[in-house]
């Protein structure tokens, strides 16, 4: 047993929760495992030595973001167990970064989201070896990396974008997104703010030997009067205008927990401010998450057992609010952050240690990409509402359909911009075609059961007649969650809640953070007038809902169901309705 973490075994309070709810059956959510101890002050840890080889072979590439036959470097796709990295780095630069990132990825998991179930799904990665080539894709010219769900049926999967860097500076990204995985998967209703403190804290963490340490701080900082010295966005050394620029935040300017709370979207800051001001606001907020982060994870026995309390909450799916006033109950926020603040006057910063024997070199697969996968994998990652995207995008399809007019994944990218233009003719023709070339691929078919859908009568029994094969399959064991909560939601409106109960809790049970999910399970059960289970149902939809997308039309469906339940109860007691 590790000295500050403890492996949990047991399944997810809140699938377990959603099941019972399932079935009107009481359980009991087991514990989440204690994450923390008083740690010791720990001088800072060696970082590792850039790879040379690697920085000069990025440094020669040629034509910015070209694909091989325009000029551009070789992409290679390498699989090992946990991910699928597609890259422009020289094949043994590749191999040292993905045996780097699955050790990072298992160590992460093992000190940090001992839970079960895992994630599922083999997550990709498209690494660019220059930033100006990231940049060319990117949604935002402040992201340094950014990680897609991959829920959709037009992503091939969970997708994290990264730039190398050398130094460990890549490793530190994927930690930092690899946490946005996880706290999504078992803490998805938690604010943005406590979602990007506790990434800041775990990018920190590093293995040197049978030792591991995190909570490093992730700036340099002076103190007396505490301050942080950061580089600005445009700091990158790659011959950006801006190179060199400083961005200082001091201790005091932090923002307050109160004033976190209700930061909802502006945490990023608004698009509309320049660019300097806005990642001087960034860097502020990610600063002052990381403090409020690391002060409860590393500070005194009393703020480390309220906060792992807080968690053991949001795991079982409580929402955050009451999650944080039942945990920190008799503890006011201004006392947090007072004594954090004292605390960061200091010249040390405390981290956490445990021994760890780090797991061996995983087993890797390795193959030449294709000039149209190569464009395919830059469509899949041009993301965002910027215009000049959409249109990079397009032309990457159709590159891609130039140079290959049978590849399967060119032509259902092609059914997605049809889509988008509601050409749902052209879209339904093309996904169609795509499974026909590749028969065993789901996504083509939860991709043309939502186009067929699109705009028709979901009241036509024409419609789904013709789309009874593709239903079958849609709600397949083997389907995504996001497959799988499709096929039952269309099980409600073809009025069949008994088939549509078994996808839901298998979706469930495979995206716990889905609340999505519940919401259809919740559907399906007052369908069958189990008006509890139904509203137990809502509520952890409710209650999971990321702040960005929540919206009062999930409140009025919430008291929708709670009035449902309080007429069943009055026609049972032979009272009238209300």
């Known amino acids: 047993m590790r000295a500050w973490i403890v492996r949990d075994s047991a399944r997810l309070s809140r699938i377990a929760l959603a099941l019972a709810i399932a079935s009107s059956v009481a359980c009991q959510p087991p514990e989440a495992p204690s994450t923390a101890r008083r740690p010791e002050p720990q001088p800072p840890s060696t970082q590792p030595t850039p790879n040379r080889a690697c920085y000069e072979a990025a ?130 209703q938690v604010p943005t703010w406590m979602n990007e403190g506790l990434a800041e804290f775990y990018q920190s963490l590093q293995v040197s030997g049978d030792v591991a340490e995190m909570g490093a701080s992730p700036r340099e900082r002076s103190v007396a009067p505490t301050r942080w010295e950061i580089s600005g966005a445009g700091d990158f050394g790659d011959g950006s205008p801006d190179h060199g620029r400083r961005i200082i935040v001091y201790a005091d300017a932090l923002p307050s927990i109160d004033a976190f709370d209700r930061m909802t979207g502006d945490f990023y800051g608004p698009r509309a401010l320049p660019v300097d001001a806005r990642d001087a606001l960034r860097t502020r907020n990610y600063l002052g998450a990381w403090a409020i982060v690391h002060f409860l994870k590393t500070g005194p026995p009393k703020y480390q057992r309220a906060f792992d309390a807080y968690l053991r909450l949001v795991l079982a799916g409580k929402a955050h609010r009451s999650s944080w006033d039942s945990a920190f109950a008799g503890i006011p926020a201004g006392e947090i952050e007072s004594a954090m603040k004292q605390r960061l006057d200091r010249p040390h910063t405390h981290r956490l240690r445990t021994k760890y024997a780090p797991p061996p070199p995983p087993p890797i697969a390795e193959r030449s990409m294709s000039d149209a996968e190569v464009h395919l994998a830059w469509f899949r990652v041009r993301s965002g509402d910027r215009a000049e995207r959409a249109v990079e995008g397009e032309a990457d399809v159709e590159e891609a359909l130039r140079r290959e007019p049978d590849n399967p994944e060119a032509i259902f990218a092609r059914a997605l911009l049809h889509l988008k233009a509601r050409r749902l003719v052209e879209a339904e023709a093309d996904a169609r075609r795509a499974l026909e070339l590749r028969p065993e691929e789901l996504r083509y078919v939860e991709g043309l059961v939502h186009i067929s859908t699109a705009g028709r009568s979901l009241q036509d029994w024409k419609l789904w007649k013709k789309l009874e094969p593709l239903l079958e399959r849609l709600g397949d064991p083997s389907a995504t969650a996001s497959a799988l909560n499709m096929s039952a939601r269309l099980s409600i409106v073809r009025r069949r809640p008994d088939e549509g109960l078994a996808a839901a809790k298998l979706a469930i049970q495979k995206d716990p953070a889905c609340w999505e999910c519940y919401e259809t399970l919740a559907g399906l059960l007052y369908e069958k007038q189990d008006f509890d289970a139904a509203l137990g149902a809502m509520q952890l939809a409710v209650n999971l809902v990321p702040e960005h997308l929540a919206s009062p039309a999930l409140l009025d469906r919430l008291k929708g169901y709670e009035a449902a339940r309080a007429n069943a109860a009055r026609a049972k007691a032979g009272s009238p309705f209300r």
Request: hydrophobic share 40%; glycine share 8%; aromatic share 14%.
């Open 59 to 188: 440094a020669r590439l040629g034509v910015e973001l070209a694909c091989p036959a325009q000029g551009g470097p070789a992409w290679v796709e390498l699989t090992s167990p946990h991910f699928r990295l597609r890259t422009d780095l020289p094949s043994a630069c590749a191999r040292a970064e993905l045996v780097e990132y699955e050790r990072a990825y298992v160590a992460l998991e093992d000190l940090a989201f001992p839970y079960q179930p895992s994630p599922p799904d083999r997550v990709n990665i498209v690494l660019f070896a220059r930033r100006k080539d990231q940049r060319r894709v990117s949604p935002d010219p402040l992201f340094s990396g950014w990680f897609m769900r991959g829920s959709s049926p037009w992503q091939d999967g969970p997708t994290l974008v990264l730039r190398w860097r050398d130094g460990g500076g890549s490793r530190r990204s994927f930690l930092h997104e690899m946490t946005h995985r996880f706290v999504r998967f078992y803490f998805g």
